[in-house]
């Protein structure tokens, strides 16, 4: 994470000038004549050849979205994993120094799709209300609610052909899947907790996909990172000779729970974590520091994190933690390699320079082990068979726990679903040759509802406000980033706007660099606002709310005003 320079506050008029002038001069791109004369050879993912011409129009937008993908995963972020191809589009692209998404995946995704707050989205919980004061509230329906627009159909408005694979998890019910919130084609796991096979973390059945509005059960030789790829290919190549544009969105499941991948890949990291977290964690921390992610004399949070600590291990026990971390490894390697497939196929038929691609992660990394919950443990020994050699293969379902999760998440404290920098400042980046400068930082902050109005203005459209087909509909939350990242702003969000999350109780708000954190974990007696300097202390270890209370009484008013403006309820 490199850290964010100073810069002068910006007025909300120059941001509205820097973006007219990014949206003409990214309009002036799109307009240039396309090549018209493509590669002639067979694809190799469809097994078709390549039309003659090309229509001019604009540009396809392609988001990639991995599942619980912690901040440091990437050899990019310091990994001992290798991802040269994210690495690659990444390098070429313009890296999101300060990147914010929900706390879990689907409050992310109902930003991500609605542009605005999950709370006003329906994602104020996951999966239906269980509290009385959340239920029949439309901002806690479980589902992404239509008192928002959903992105997909604001793009087709636009003209794009929709493609959505992948994880879903925003309402379960065919009226609230992908077709319903505007998708041509989709193939989606409803709620992306398998891999291997068919089976979900409910036990051994079958896990739930559709394809369009059809329930489909895989077979045994499905592998999501994969299949999901191969399925995307198939819709932009189905659908070429129309020479309109599209839009994809490629929702991974991995790295998330089950750790599955297949024999082959989980064996390219035999021995390479048998030296434990700690060491691994020491290793991702000193590559940070090394690439100018950390900032001077920065120091690595205490190894007493971990526990149980490694040397304290037997032998049987390093192997399977070491064995969890191997298959974990696999995903993630497999996702940049498949990744790598999508970006092939697009050149092959020469529209890579023609793609806008995202890159995100929905959440942090997983810290919790569900896989030693009672659904799971009761078929270990029967269905499950969880022996060391059989770790990682479509009948074993583990997890790899909070040891695993803090080396993900280097250099941040905490994980997944909490309000620490760990919970949700994610990897993320965009890739547009010729029009995003190659090799550059945004180091202003962006969340997820940004990106919504960031794909608007690519596609040359504006979202309709408060009213869509003769309905009341919600405004957007998000700014668009277009300026940011054309060179036209440093930042999109002003030093004094407010930037609040919530989840389970989990609370943060961001107002430049100053953050306050409630922390749901310790006891009830115990919880309390933190306050932070991010800027000067990315890693959340120095607590300044005794130092400063005038800043954390300021800091929590803004927290009083996110949560009215949002609809939280708590």
């Given at each position: 994470?490199?850290?964010?320079?100073?810069?002068?506050?910006?007025?909300?008029?120059?941001?509205?000038?820097?973006?007219?002038?990014?949206?003409?001069?990214?309009?002036?791109?799109?307009?240039?004549?396309?090549?018209?004369?493509?590669?002639?050879?067979?694809?190799?993912?469809?097994?078709?050849?390549?039309?003659?011409?090309?229509?001019?129009?604009?540009?396809?937008?392609?988001?990639?979205?991995?599942?619980?993908?912690?901040?440091?995963?990437?050899?990019?972020?310091?990994?001992?994993?290798?991802?040269?191809?994210?690495?690659?589009?990444?390098?070429?692209?313009?890296?999101?120094?300060?990147?914010?998404?929900?706390?879990?995946?689907?409050?992310?995704?109902?930003m991500l799709l609605s542009g605005t707050d999950n709370h006003l989205a329906g994602l104020g919980?996951?999966?239906?209300?269980?509290?009385?004061?959340?239920?029949?509230?439309?901002?806690?329906?479980?589902?992404?609610?239509?008192?928002?627009?959903?992105?997909?159909?604001?793009?087709?408005?636009?003209?794009?052909?929709?493609?959505?694979?992948?994880?879903?998890?925003?309402?379960?019910?065919?009226?609230?899947?992908?077709?319903?919130?505007?998708?041509?084609?989709?193939?989606?796991?409803?709620?992306?907790?398998?891999?291997?096979?068919?089976?979900d973390w409910r036990g051994p059945v079958p896990a739930d996909y559709r394809d369009g509005d059809?329930?489909?059960?895989?077979?045994?030789?499905?592998?999501?990172?994969?299949?999901?790829?191969?399925?995307?290919?198939?819709?932009?190549?189905?659908?070429?000779?129309?020479?309109?544009?599209?839009?994809?969105?490629?929702?991974?499941?991995?790295?998330?729970?089950?750790?599955?991948?297949?024999?082959?890949s989980i064996a390219k990291f035999k021995g390479v974590y048998d030296k434990g977290y700690e060491?691994?964690?020491?290793?991702?921390?000193?590559?940070?520091?090394?690439?100018?992610?950390?900032?001077?004399?920065?120091?690595?949070?205490?190894?007493?994190?971990?526990?149980?600590?490694?040397?304290?291990?037997?032998?049987?026990?390093?192997?399977?933690?070491?064995?969890?971390?191997?298959?974990?490894?696999?995903?993630?390697?497999?996702?940049?390699?498949?990744?790598?497939?999508?970006?092939?196929?697009?050149?092959?038929?020469?529209?890579?320079?023609?793609?806008?691609?995202?890159?995100?992660?929905?959440?942090?990394?997983?810290?919790?082990?569900?896989?030693?919950?009672?659904?799971?443990?009761?078929?270990?020994?029967?269905?499950?068979?969880?022996?060391?050699?059989?770790?990682?293969?479509?009948?074993?379902?583990?997890?790899?726990?909070?040891?695993?999760?803090?080396?993900?998440?280097?250099?941040?404290?905490?994980?997944?679903?909490?309000?620490?920098?760990?919970?949700?400042?994610?990897?993320?980046?965009?890739?547009?040759?010729?029009?995003?400068?190659?090799?550059?930082?945004?180091?202003?902050?962006?969340?997820?509802?940004?990106?919504?109005?960031?794909?608007?203005?690519?596609?040359?459209?504006?979202?309709?406000?408060?009213?869509?087909?003769?309905?009341?509909?919600?405004?957007?939350?998000?700014?668009?980033?277009?300026?940011?990242?054309?060179?036209?702003?440093?930042?999109?969000?002003?030093?004094?706007?407010?930037?609040?999350?919530?989840?389970?109780?989990?609370?943060?708000?961001?107002?430049?660099?100053?953050?306050?954190?409630?922390?749901?974990?310790?006891?009830?007696?115990?919880?309390?606002?933190?306050?932070?300097?991010?800027?000067?202390?990315?890693?959340?270890?120095?607590?300044?709310?005794?130092?400063?209370?005038?800043?954390?009484?300021?800091?929590?008013?803004?927290?009083?005003?996110?949560?009215?403006?949002?609809?939280?309820?708590?």
């Amino acid at each position: 994470m490199l850290q964010p320079t100073t810069w002068p506050l910006l007025q909300k008029n120059s941001l509205l000038c820097a973006a007219v002038l990014a949206l003409a001069e990214l309009a002036a791109c799109n307009n240039s004549p396309q090549p018209s004369a493509l590669a002639a050879e067979s694809n190799s993912a469809t097994g078709t050849t390549a039309p003659a011409q090309k229509m001019p129009g604009k540009p396809n937008i392609l988001l990639i979205v991995a599942d619980d993908l912690g901040y440091s995963d990437l050899s990019l972020y310091g990994s001992e994993i290798p991802t040269p191809n994210i690495d690659e589009l990444a390098r070429t692209g313009m890296l999101l120094d300060e990147f914010y998404s929900g706390f879990t995946c689907s409050p992310t995704r109902s930003m991500l799709l609605s542009g605005t707050d999950n709370h006003l989205a329906g994602l104020g919980v996951m999966g239906a209300p269980t509290r009385p004061e959340h239920k029949e509230q439309p901002g806690y329906a479980g589902y992404l609610n239509f008192r928002v627009a959903s992105l997909a159909d604001l793009l087709s408005d636009a003209g794009y052909n929709t493609y959505m694979t992948g994880k879903w998890h925003l309402g379960a019910e065919v009226e609230q899947g992908p077709h319903a919130r505007g998708f041509k084609k989709s193939f989606v796991s409803m709620d992306g907790a398998a891999h291997l096979g068919g089976w979900d973390w409910r036990g051994p059945v079958p896990a739930d996909y559709r394809d369009g509005d059809q329930l489909v059960h895989v077979g045994d030789d499905f592998y999501t990172t994969r299949d999901y790829t191969k399925k995307m290919i198939t819709y932009i190549e189905e659908d070429r000779s129309q020479n309109k544009p599209w839009f994809a969105y490629l929702a991974y499941t991995a790295p998330h729970w089950p750790l599955q991948a297949p024999d082959a890949s989980i064996a390219k990291f035999k021995g390479v974590y048998d030296k434990g977290y700690e060491a691994i964690y020491a290793s991702r921390f000193a590559r940070q520091k090394e690439i100018g992610m950390q900032p001077k004399g920065a120091e690595p949070i205490d190894n007493a994190r971990f526990s149980p600590r490694w040397n304290t291990l037997t032998a049987d026990e390093k192997a399977v933690e070491a064995r969890h971390m191997e298959i974990y490894a696999a995903m993630v390697s497999d996702l940049d390699i498949y990744v790598g497939q999508v970006t092939n196929y697009l050149k092959s038929i020469n529209e890579f320079d023609n793609t806008f691609i995202m890159f995100m992660s929905d959440n942090g990394a997983e810290s919790s082990r569900r896989d030693l919950a009672k659904n799971i443990v009761d078929h270990v020994g029967k269905e499950y068979d969880h022996s060391l050699a059989n770790l990682g293969r479509a009948n074993s379902y583990v997890m790899y726990g909070a040891n695993w999760a803090s080396v993900s998440e280097t250099p941040f404290v905490r994980h997944k679903a909490t309000a620490f920098e760990g919970g949700n400042h994610v990897p993320a980046f965009v890739h547009y040759k010729g029009k995003v400068p190659a090799g550059s930082h945004a180091t202003g902050v962006s969340t997820v509802m940004d990106v919504l109005p960031t794909f608007l203005a690519i596609a040359g459209a504006t979202h309709p406000g408060t009213q869509y087909r003769g309905k009341e509909i919600l405004p957007a939350k998000g700014i668009s980033m277009l300026p940011m990242l054309t060179g036209k702003a440093k930042a999109i969000h002003n030093d004094d706007e407010v930037l609040g999350w919530e989840l389970f109780g989990y609370r943060s708000v961001r107002q430049g660099d100053w953050k306050i954190v409630w922390d749901q974990a310790p006891p009830l007696a115990e919880r309390r606002w933190q306050l932070f300097n991010v800027a000067q202390d990315p890693s959340e270890q120095h607590d300044l709310s005794t130092d400063k209370p005038g800043k954390l009484k300021e800091m929590q008013a803004n927290w009083d005003v996110y949560a009215k403006d949002s609809g939280v309820i708590y």
